[in-house]
C-alpha cells in the first residue's frame, strides 16, 4: 500500500530552526508537496521536490531524497505565525497527491 | 471571484437527505478535485477532474458524484448522506494534473 509518515506533533521556539520529516513509500514518484495550513483555514502550497537535493525560499527549504525515500521541510528563524500543521504530499505514477496526516508545530515564545 | 470559492460554509444535514457542496474557481485550471479531511487522517481525494467533461474515482468516491459541465464549476453531491460522512470538504484545482493544488476554504460538513 501507500504510505506517508511524519510526526503528529512538535514544539520549537521562537527565533529557532525546526525540521519537519516526512517518509514515503508510494507507487511511483512524480514528485513532493509541502502544504502548511492554518488551524480552521484551507492548506497553502509551501514548496515541491522532484529532483534530490535541497530547494530553498526564503525562511523555508525543502529537501528530497528518492532512494531513501525521504524529504524534509527545514523552517529558520521561526515566528509564532509559522504554527500551523506541515502536510507532505507525494504524486504517484496516477498522478494524484498521496498526503500525510499532517505535523502540528507549535512555537512558544 | 478570486481563486476558488465553496459553499456553504458550513452545514449541518440530517441522514439520508441529499446535499450538493458547490465550487467554483476563476482561474481558468483545468484539473479539479475533491477531498474530505478527517482529524488524523491525511486528506483523502474524493472525485478529480482533469478537465471539463470528465471526471473520475478517487480513494473513498462511495456514497459521492461529481460533474464537471465547464471549466469553472464542480459540484460535488452526497445523494443520502450517512454520519460517517460527517467531515471537512475541500475543493482544489490546479492548472494541469501534474502542478501544485489550489484549496478553496472549505465546507464544514456535519450528518446526525
Known amino acids: 500500500g501507500q504510505n506517508i509518515d511524519q510526526p503528529t506533533e512538535m514544539t520549537a521556539t521562537e527565533g529557532a530552526i525546526v525540521q519537519i520529516n516526512c517518509t514515503y513509500q508510494?507507487?511511483?514518484?512524480?514528485?513532493l508537496f509541502w502544504y502548511q495550513q492554518h488551524a480552521g483555514e484551507a492548506p497553502t502550497f509551501l514548496s515541491y521536490?522532484?529532483l534530490d537535493g535541497l530547494e530553498e525560499k526564503g525562511r523555508f527549504s525543502s529537501f528530497l531524497s528518492r532512494s531513501k525515500g525521504y524529504s524534509y521541510l527545514l523552517l529558520k528563524e521561526l515566528q509564532m505565525k509559522d504554527s500551523a500543521s506541515y502536510l507532505c504530499?507525494?504524486?504517484?505514477?496516477?498522478?494524484?497527491?498521496?498526503w500525510g496526516a499532517g505535523t502540528k508545530l507549535i512555537i512558544k515564545p | 471571484i478570486a481563486g476558488i470559492t465553496q459553499a456553504p460554509t458550513s452545514q449541518i444535514l440530517a441522514a439520508g437527505r441529499r446535499m450538493t457542496l458547490r465550487c467554483t474557481q476563476d482561474?481558468?485550471?483545468?484539473?479539479m478535485y475533491w477531498y474530505r479531511q478527517d482529524l488524523g487522517l491525511g486528506l483523502r481525494l474524493i472525485h478529480y477532474?482533469?478537465?471539463?467533461?470528465?471526471?473520475g474515482k478517487g480513494e473513498v468516491p462511495d456514497g459521492y458524484s461529481v460533474s464537471r459541465a465547464n471549466t469553472d464549476d464542480f459540484p460535488l453531491t452526497l445523494a443520502s448522506a450517512v454520519p460517517s460522512q460527517t467531515s471537512v470538504y475541500f475543493c482544489?484545482?490546479?492548472?494541469?494534473?501534474?502542478?501544485?493544488?489550489?484549496f478553496g476554504p472549505g465546507t464544514r460538513l456535519t450528518v446526525l
Open positions: 482544489a484545482s490546479s492548472e494541469s494534473g501534474y502542478n501544485e493544488q489550489f
Open positions: 482561474m481558468r485550471h483545468n484539473a
Open positions: 477532474s482533469n478537465t471539463a467533461g470528465t471526471t
Open positions: 508510494t507507487s511511483g514518484f512524480n514528485g
Open positions: 521536490n522532484v
Open positions: 504530499a507525494v504524486m504517484d505514477s496516477n498522478y494524484q497527491l498521496i
